[in-house]
């Protein structure tokens, strides 16, 4: 969809550094009053360095987790004195009035509310993030930008103790990019030769996610940079399962790959918990549990449904940190723990960051359900790529061409094929998840081993994909 325009993400500083207390005064100002600010997206990457030294701050440095392949070809290493002087060129080209730009709204949200003990509404609220959210989303299906549409897309619950939530979406898997990276390794190296999120069609993006300087939340007409010329990106998915598919890419010039750390978690604890509306969740996929693209991101969607494992009951087996809650899930056909409670936002998105920390250095493959608005958070553990990888799994269930993500963990299935969408049954789904979840007696072991490394403990053995 993207392939012609390539993004080179940058922030637009035409004006210079004195510019910043207008911006500044612009993001204060009420947001039904502001237009769509501009962010421009044409120009290399060295008017990052720019933007950070009209600033006052450091130019940054390479990410060591880039493959050395990538970092020799990034623009913030010593080049020859041509290659400086063209990229002068480039900037000063950029920074001109006639460079061209698109415009990319910045939505602010705010630090000061964390709260998770607030109620969660029971009925479908008027929030401007969300309501513009799916505006935009709307308008780019207008647009055409989706591979498929997905109203037109037959939907149906099943019937049974779990009511899974099944959508037939013929062919999705055949117009999805492939899988680029090794299926047995949570931890891989970002790879700038491979496909990745800044090589997207500007048209795919709906604005950026930024935190609020002044503790006022809501869309803003500027993009004022406060400590970082990395924006956080909110994407629509090309290939959509639900209404308001979108993608949050956490410091998209940072070339970060598909890993968690604590504070892209937390972002992604403040979009869902933007959203104010139950409906709306976020689910993260690791490398092994079926991410497709090693780039940082998240993803989230607006199902005006529960999901059957947000109905599973559960039972605590311990508190950590701040009064965080650790839960087991029960009577569910996939294996998982639920993460609640805490002083605040910030002791359960510490909590759950790190349990996946400790998950994705021992190469244990997991998907996470951010759910109830950041209050309750699923993480859901699996090796059915591990399973395919040593030809485990039946060619019946392989036929059915499903990846089982955090969705799919959840309750809500993409299927590909007419005859599995009007055969499916609760006992159908129930037989292929039993194929995705850990053994009771590995669950088991890393459920220990989760817990003991939040205590402080000794942490398990790396998994190497022998028990399955």
Known sequence: ???????????????????????????????????????????????????????????????????????????????????????????????????????????????????????????????????????EWDDRKVRGLFHHDIAACETKVLPGKHNFIIVLIEGRDLKKRPTEFRIDEVLQPFDGDKFNFTKIGQEELIFRFEESSNGKAGYFQSAPIMSSSSPNIIAINVSPIAHGHVLLIPRILDFLPQRIDCQSFLLAMYMVKAARNPYFRMGYNS????????????????????????????????????????????????????????????????????????????????????????????????????KQAHGKVSPEILETRVNPACWELGGHFALKRRKDFDEASEEGICKFLAQVALSEQEFQLVKESILKSLSGGPAGKKNTGEML
């Open 1 to 135: 969809m993207g392939g012609e325009s390539r993004i080179k993400l940058y922030i637009k500083l035409a004006e210079g550094a004195g510019n910043r207390g207008e911006e500044e005064k612009a993001a204060t100002a009420p947001a039904e009053h502001l237009e769509e600010g501009s962010c421009d997206l044409g120009s290399p990457t060295g008017v990052q360095d720019a933007s950070r030294q009209a600033f006052g701050y450091p130019v940054r440095k390479p990410q060591q987790q880039c493959s050395p392949k990538h970092r020799r070809s990034t623009k913030w290493f010593p080049r020859r004195a041509e290659e400086e002087e063209k990229e002068a060129e480039d900037v000063a080209a950029a920074a001109s009035p006639s460079a061209a730009c698109v415009k990319l709204l910045l939505y602010c949200f705010s630090k000061i509310d964390e709260d998770l003990c607030l109620p969660v509404p029971k009925v479908q609220p008027r929030v401007s993030f969300l309501d513009r959210l799916l505006e």
């Open 287 to 386: 490398l092994g549990a079926f991410a497709t693209i090693n780039h940082l991101h998240f993803q989230g969607y607006y199902l005006e449904v529960k999901f059957p494992v947000e109905k599973a009951p559960t039972q605590i087996i311990a508190t950590v940190g701040s009064g965080v809650n650790v839960a087991e899930l029960l009577e569910y056909p996939v294996r998982g723990l639920v993460f609640e409670g805490g002083k605040n936002m910030l002791d359960l998105s510490d909590t759950v960051s790190s349990a996946c920390i400790f998950l994705q250095e021992s190469n244990r493959p997991f998907n996470v359900l951010f759910s109830e608005c950041g209050k309750r958070i699923f993480l859901l553990l699996q090796c059915y790529a591990m």
